[in-house]
């Protein structure tokens, strides 16, 4: 059996590996977080390092594990303990060793990826109450649930945890379709949109952009991912970034998930007319969320490569390939570009070019829009808290009692 990884120091500060908490005279809490982590998926690891942050901010000295694709670098990385998360034998001891089972955040409860994705998520779910642990749904996007086992299993096991927050309405009208009315489902946000953009990143991204050459050419950042629809999306954004480069800015390509964003970037790159500038090495989320910084537009199909630009006021224009993105867009009061199904040269470049002019007017609105949301995703992880043991309800939020 793998063993459990863990370290003193991390991505999230220095942590002491013992079971009680600051005073030392009360055992302190642990949490078990579940989600797509340990794939080096920027934006997955940005909501690792978001829910970790909150969940410490809101209860100092919490003992936290994540099931990782990658344990080692995920202890490393945010301080954290970690066990592989298909282990059983680990997955089954951290169940038994926590105070509070975690499922998110991200999209994880859909069945498009596969039935047997859905599956390992909701068998978490449903063996940490059937040990009689607390579950806490973190953020999630819901769906799409196409299959009737999906749709049937999805219900059954929510409607026995003790609380459900989801990034956005369509996934809490999704549940109460489903049928789950036990626990409250809250609309609060990705959690992502709570963190505050860090120095640090700044300054990396400002470091890679000059080393590219870029810093002083007006950068525009594209996200672009795989897609196997009919439309020709590679012709589209490769005729925006040449017309982008035509009128001065640098267009630079930041793949997000590698190896397959970094292909697509590179199919894009082979349309265009001109020479273009893909970020080859693998970033992590912070840099990416530091170049972010330093955009003046950010074009894309990423959902968080469209978060981080919105945390950075800079204001994106989306190509939703995936509902959740146009819903995000739609939180933002912001206009998508164009679904990627639907995509022709001129239309994205109208997009683009309308959102350009109007630039000063989006980010303002961005803005205001941008304060709410983070107030949204910070009540996320006192929700969580509220669910440990000695803790009262101070989020706001309505609670159940914990069923055995």
């Known amino acids: 059996m793998e063993q459990e990884t863990e370290t003193s120091a991390g991505a999230g500060g220095e942590r002491s590996a013992l079971r009680h908490g600051p005073a030392g ?21 940005a909501i690792l390092y978001a829910l970790i942050r909150g969940l410490e901010s809101c209860r100092p000295g919490i003992g936290i594990t994540v099931l990782s694709a990658d344990p080692g670098h995920t202890a490393g990385t945010y301080g954290v303990r970690a ?42 779910i449903a063996l940490a109450r059937m040990l009689g642990r607390p579950v806490f749904i973190y953020a999630q996007g819901i769906g799409p649930l ?10 059954t096991v929510l409607d026995r945890v003790q609380a459900v927050t989801v990034r956005d309405t369509r996934s809490r009208d999704l549940l109460r379709e489903l049928g789950v009315r036990r626990p409250p489902v809250e609309v609060t946000a990705d959690p992502v949109l709570g963190l505050e953009l860090e120095a640090e990143w700044r300054t990396r991204g400002r470091e890679l952009l000059a080393r590219a050459g870029v810093l002083d050419g007006r950068p525009v950042g594209f996200s672009v991912r795989p897609w196997n ?30 190896p397959g964003d970094l292909a697509a970037c590179r199919a894009v790159a082979a349309r265009m007319a001109a020479p273009a500038l893909i970020v ?47 819903l995000f867009l739609d939180r933002l009061e912001l206009p998508a570009a164009v679904r990627v199904d639907r995509v022709t040269p001129d239309g994205l470049s109208r997009a683009v070019a309308a959102a350009l002019a109007r630039r000063g007017t989006l980010k303002e ?13 910070r009540r996320t992880p006192a929700a969580a808290c509220d669910l440990l043991p000695g803790a009262g309800n101070g989020s706001g939020m309505s609670k159940k009692p914990v069923r055995p």
């Open 83 to 124: 066990v592989p998360r298909t282990d059983p034998r680990a997955v089954l001891g951290a169940l038994r060793a926590c105070d509070l089972f975690v499922s998110g955040g991200g999209g994880l409860l859909q069945d498009v990826t596969s039935l047997a994705s859905l599956q390992y998520y909701l068998g978490l």
């Open 365 to 377: 609105s961005l803005q205001a829009r941008l304060e709410t949301l983070r107030l949204e995703a």
């Open 280 to 326: 080859e090495e693998r970033l992590d989320f912070a840099a990416l969320m530091g170049v972010c910084t330093h955009l003046g537009l950010a074009v894309g199909m990423r959902l968080h490569f469209l978060v981080f630009a919105a945390l950075a006021g800079v204001v994106p224009v989306g190509l939703p390939y995936d509902p959740k993105v146009r």
């Open 146 to 155: 196409e299959t009737r086992a999906g749709r049937l299993l999805t219900r």
């Open 25 to 45: 005279n009360q055992p302190r809490p642990r949490v078990l977080v579940s989600g797509y982590y340990g794939f080096q998926n920027a934006g997955d690891e």
């Open 229 to 258: 629809g009919d439309a020709d999306y590679t012709a589209a954004l490769a005729r925006v970034a040449d017309e982008l480069g035509a009128a001065g800015y640098r267009p630079v390509f930041l793949p997000f998930h590698h």
